[in-house]
């Protein structure tokens, strides 16, 4: 097919990216002859907000797929004036990038022309939380979103589209998403944890003066929030037992833990803004982590479907010590759990448990 394409052919191939103002219907524009290998197509929700920002470029430069995998971006905001002026804005400096990866753009606020055909849905746009919002109110805000961007996912997608979900508190918003798509199977929906993971790593690199690349095996239990374990018993630096290098077990069990914890509300404060970078960059790592076989003998940190795995209950979405082939992913089993861990791990679970209760409703699979 290549150069077969009339528009290829007698122009010059054109980018362009229109979000129109008086309907929100979704315009492709699109060169695929460009490259042999078939563009994938990945859907970002919340595209003009501060982490699709930094994630879109990401995208569009190779950092997720890799240097040789055309991709075409689904940017979808809600039907907001001012949102879709500033993705319009977005699509103009992704343009003005010259990605050679990039083959095309589609922005809009319609839920079906967004995940047409997508293989990846990074559902990042949520509402956040405001002054006075209780933890129920939120739920069942984004939950209504959640489900109705589950259904769209599974009539629309590819058969092989994998979701992941960041916006929070992702792991019950996942959760809607998977029970309200049908037909789309349970291990394609994850959960964000990753940003948890890169956290814990840096705390404790910086701790044993070591570089980041010598902690692995790093496994992020349970909720994206301040009940989440970050693992450190089952961890290692440059290949030995973190409490093998970091003997001060007071700091490990309560200064390292509060500090991943409330890293996010850390950065609020100091920033004024929450975590969007280093989100973004968690959001490339984990669909790099989950695509990518994963270091013999390590794992990474994701939220799936729990099968009962640590006796965690099944259906929560909880976030485990995970191996990927590069294309199917499994839980690493047999992990020692201490009696500290375990308390831990239990807390977490009975927080997930509490969300999901509360959102019942919107869960009919
Ligand atoms: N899992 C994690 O580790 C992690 C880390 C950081 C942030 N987050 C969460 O990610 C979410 C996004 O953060 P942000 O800083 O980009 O927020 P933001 O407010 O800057 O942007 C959110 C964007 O989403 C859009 N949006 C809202 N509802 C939408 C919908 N139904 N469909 C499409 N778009 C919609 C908004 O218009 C806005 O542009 C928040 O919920 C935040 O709490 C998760």
């Known amino acids: 097919m290549l150069w077969s394409d009339p528009a290829a052919t007698f122009g010059s191939p054109v980018r362009t990216c229109e979000v129109p103002n008086s309907t929100y219907s979704a315009r492709s524009n699109w060169i695929t002859h460009m490259s042999s290998t078939s563009p994938l197509r990945v859907a970002v929700t919340g595209a003009a907000g501060q982490i699709g920002y930094s994630l879109l470029f990401r995208i569009a430069s ?23 002026r500033a993705l319009q804005g977005v699509c103009m400096e992704l343009e003005d990038c010259a990605f050679p990866l990039l083959k095309g753009t589609v922005a809009t606020s319609d839920l079906n022309a967004g995940f047409q055909g997508v293989n990846w849905a990074l559902l990042v746009g949520a509402v956040p939380r405001k002054a006075g919002m209780e933890r129920k109110d939120l739920l069942g805000i984004n939950g209504k979103i959640f489900t109705s961007q589950g259904q769209a996912i599974a009539q629309h997608a590819a058969s092989d589209v994998r ?6 508190p992702c792991n019950t918003n996942a959760l809607i998403a998977l029970s309200n798509a049908p037909g789309v199977p349970r291990d394609q929906f994850f959960a964000m944890t990753m940003l948890d993971e890169n956290r ?87 669909v790099r982590k989950l695509t990518t076989p994963t270091p013999t003998g390590d794992w990474f940190s994701v939220a799936v479907c729990s099968d009962g795995s640590y006796g965690i209950e099944k259906g929560l979405m909880f976030s485990y010590p995970v191996r990927s082939d590069g294309r199917k992913w499994e839980i690493v089993q047999d992990l020692p759990v201490n009696p500290f861990s375990q308390a831990k791990i239990a807390a977490t679970e009975a927080e997930l448990k509490e969300e999901k209760a509360l959102v019942a409703e919107l869960l009919p699979r």
């Open 62 to 84: 190779g950092a997720m797929f890799g240097p040789t995998q055309p991709v075409i971006l689904h940017l979808i905001e809600i039907p907001d004036e001012k949102a879709l």
């Open 163 to 168: 979701t992941l979900v960041v916006g929070n």
């Open 200 to 286: 814990a790593k840096t705390q404790l690199a910086k701790k044993a003066s070591t570089d980041v690349t010598g902690v692995t095996n790093l496994a992020v239990w349970g909720n994206h929030s301040t009940t989440m374990f970050p693992d450190f018993f089952n961890a290692k630096i440059n290949g030995r037992p973190v409490p093998d290098i970091i003997g001060h077990r007071e700091w490990l069990e309560k200064d390292f833990l509060t500090t991943v914890q409330k890293r996010g509300a850390a950065i609020i404060e100091a920033r004024g803004l929450s975590s969007a970078a280093s989100a973004a960059n968690a959001v490339v790592d984990t």
